[in-house]
């Protein structure tokens, strides 16, 4: 069984929030790591996302996204 967000319409994906501190949704994420944002700290300068009151609970998401859309844009 492929995991739960294979499963999830693209468009029902990009409305999740990722970071909830802050309310940065997956859709602004996944488009600057789309746009060359490689590391955690690049997708905070240019979302805020992990800058949060939390500490960054939302860090291993934003992990996994940018290791997903690398493999993507690499053709893996």
Same mark, same amino acid.
């Given at each position: 069984?492929?995991?739960?967000?294979?499963?999830?319409?693209?468009?029902?994906?990009?409305?999740?929030?990722?970071?909830?501190?802050?309310?940065?949704?997956?859709?602004?994420?996944?488009? @600057?790591?789309?746009?060359?944002?490689?590391?955690?700290?690049? @997708?905070?300068?240019?979302?805020?996302?992990?800058?949060?009151?939390?500490?960054?609970?939302?860090?291993?998401?934003?992990?996994?996204?940018?290791?997903?859309?690398?493999?993507?844009?690499?053709?893996?």
């Amino acid at each position: 069984m492929p995991p739960v967000e294979e499963t999830i319409h693209p468009a029902i994906q990009g409305l999740k929030t990722i970071c909830r501190c802050n309310n940065i949704k997956h859709r602004t994420i996944e488009r @600057v790591i789309r746009e060359g944002a490689r590391s955690v700290a690049e @997708v905070a300068s240019k979302t805020t996302a992990t800058t949060g009151y939390c500490g960054g609970s939302c860090t291993c998401t934003i992990l996994e996204m940018i290791e997903k859309i690398e493999d993507e844009e690499e053709g893996g």
